[in-house]
């Protein structure tokens, strides 16, 4: 289940702050993360409002006040 409102975590890159978040909300963190620990591709993640796409972007580093938006990502027509 993922959480409701916003959630704050201390984290210095993106995959820290998808790991610390997994600590109390495990399926989510499942939800954006493969078991190679990689970006799923039916997942759309916004840092500071700028879509992050690739695997370098786990290792993005993050602002202080950083937000970050996780969504589920449609296609089709």
């Known amino acids: 289940m993922a959480p409701a409102g916003t959630v ?8 820290e702050a998808i ?3 997994g600590q109390d ?8 993360l ?7 591709k039916h997942v759309a993640v916004f840092v500071d409002g700028r879509l992050i796409r690739g695997q370098a972007a786990l290792d993005l ?9 996780v969504m589920q990502a449609l296609s089709g027509g």
Do not use: C, N
């Not at 704050?8 to 995959?15: F, K, M, P, Y």
């Not at 909300?25 to 954006?32: K, R, S, W």
């Not at 493969?34 to 799923?40: A, F, I, Q, S």
């Not at 580093?61 to 938006?69: G, N, Q, R």
């Open 61 to 69: 580093v993050l602002a202080p006040e950083t937000d970050i938006y």
């Open 25 to 32: 909300y495990p399926h989510l963190a499942a939800y954006v």
């Open 34 to 40: 493969d078991e190679h620990r990689r970006l799923r």
């Open 8 to 15: 704050e975590v201390a984290a210095a890159r993106l995959l």
């Open 19 to 21: 790991d610390a978040i």
